[in-house]
């Protein structure tokens, strides 16, 4: 199953669960799980007061969400002095 684009991703959100083929439930629920995931990786950085870059590079590239928490990783990192390049 290839990798969604953000653009991919919100018109299968959008669209009625039920109206979906089979295909795009799966791939829009794997694709959920996988943003889930992330997510929890990077609200859980949060609190260590460390995100790693690897998280930020998660997200898809056309995810508007990627420049803000690349923000958010180094205002957290940069608390604490623990920026990385």
Known sequence: ???????????????????LSEEDQERRLTDFK?????????VMGIFKGYIP????????????????AEIARIIV????NKAEA
């Open 1 to 19: 199953m290839e990798k969604l684009t953000y653009k991919e991703y919100i018109r299968l959100r959008e669209t009625p669960f039920e109206e």
């Open 77 to 80: 990192n940069n608390r604490d």
């Open 53 to 68: 870059k690897s998280i930020v590079d998660e997200f898809p590239d056309d995810d508007p969400l990627k420049n803000e």
């Open 34 to 42: 996988k943003r889930l995931d992330i997510g929890t990786k990077f």
